[in-house]
């Protein structure tokens, strides 16, 4: 028996989810700050100026997905709606899988925008740079890097992003000691930037001949990349710019001209490396986003460590420091430390299905 009003009273709790994320992602009035940034889109200067071309398109992009996504959760919603009359008038009840399937799709268009309305932050919408760090553990901690590395680079390549090796220094014997690199797409920032913290896994060593189980650390930096360049200012006499021969490991891929930049940036100490780009034009240019994103996300850091939301910039990497951790042996479980979400699939996780992760971070964060 199809029991209509069953079904209308999930559809209503929907109507208000949808309510709400339609509130927090402002569609009212970002209409019209849609059509302010397509009428500067098409000012001769700003076609004249590449980064601020760039960066009103981004805005764009992210304003017309706002709304593309509510108007698609509130079409899914009316369709869902009207199929209830259909198959109460019509009496077929042979129609309720179809109704199943189309509330289904349903609580996930809507759950699209829920996520949407949790990136709210200022470079949310911006593209990542992101630095791994291997930490206590040797040639374990390298080989622990690499696997995370590979993370990373899956769920980039699920989520459509693109990315860009920066920088990178591998292990002495296995694995990689750091590795920086750029990941481009829409909120690539206000994703990735939980999963800034220290990670730790636990195994049976593959490097151990006596297989007893080792702990090892990892630390991932992960910082927004910044177009306009007066938001960061970088001042000639406050950086010392090398060139050199960029390095490939075992001696392949050696470049025989100095093409590799290195940037010290003398008041915070910060130095910034890039490599792998063809030219010493372009690793120059790279070095310079790299190095602006790492001064912004230091302002960052200050700004929040002062307004008493965190303690400070990145742990320390050792025991006791980690946002999760990943357990091989004597069971598997990858457990989030801030939040208490977990899976026992490691391997989808180490494969980068790690979006359960930081979409209940956004969610308990915000």
């Not at 949808?18 to 001769?44: C, R, S, T, V, W």
């Not at 710019?241 to 490991?249: E, M, N, P």
Request: glycine share 6%; hydrophobic share 35%.
């Amino acid at each position: 028996m199809f029991k209509a009003d069953d079904y209308r009273l999930k559809l209503k709790a929907l109507a208000e989810t949808l309510a709400e994320a339609k509130y927090a992602l402002d569609i009212d009035n970002i209409g019209e700050k849609l059509k302010e940034l397509k009428a500067e889109q098409e000012k001769p200067e700003v076609w004249n100026d590449l980064e601020k071309s760039k960066h009103i398109g981004r805005e764009i992009s992210v304003i017309e997905g706002k709304i593309a996504s509510y108007k698609k959760g509130e079409a899914a919603l009316n369709d869902a709606q009207a199929f209830v009359d259909l198959i109460e008038e019509a009496d077929d009840e042979s129609l309720i899988p179809e109704l199943e399937n189309m509330i289904k799709s349903t609580e996930t268009d809507i759950e699209d925008m829920r996520i949407k309305a949790l990136l709210k932050g200022k470079y949310d919408a911006n593209n990542a740079i992101l630095s791994l760090h291997a930490g206590a553990g040797g040639t374990e901690a390298c080989d622990w890097t690499q696997m995370l590395y590979r993370m990373y680079l899956r769920y980039c390549e699920k989520s459509g992003f693109k990315v860009t090796e920066l920088d990178r220094e591998d292990g002495d014997e296995a694995g990689i000691k750091s590795v920086s690199f750029k990941v481009e797409g829409e909120n690539a920032y206000g994703f990735l930037k939980a999963e800034k913290g220290v990670h730790r896994l636990v195994r049976i060593s593959p490097f151990d001949s006596n297989k007893r189980r080792h702990t090892s650390f990892a630390s991932l930096e992960v910082m927004p990349e910044v177009d306009d360049e007066g938001e960061v200012e970088i001042r000639d006499e406050d950086i010392r710019i090398d060139v050199y021969r960029s390095s490939g490991a075992g001696g392949q891929k050696v470049n025989k001209t100095e093409t590799a930049i290195r940037i010290t940036h003398f008041p915070t100490g910060i130095v910034v490396t890039c490599q792998n780009e063809r030219s010493q034009l372009q690793n120059k240019a790279m070095a310079f986003q790299y190095l602006r994103a790492k001064l912004l996300e230091r302002q960052i850091a200050e700004r929040e460590a002062a307004d008493a939301e965190i303690k400070g910039e990145i742990k320390k990497i050792e025991w006791g420091s980690q946002i999760r951790s990943y357990v091989f042996c004597p069971y598997t479980l990858v457990k989030d430390h801030r939040t208490g979400y977990e899976m026992t699939d490691i391997q989808a996780v180490m494969d980068g299905d790690i979006q359960g992760f930081i979409i209940d971070y956004l969610k308990k964060a915000g």
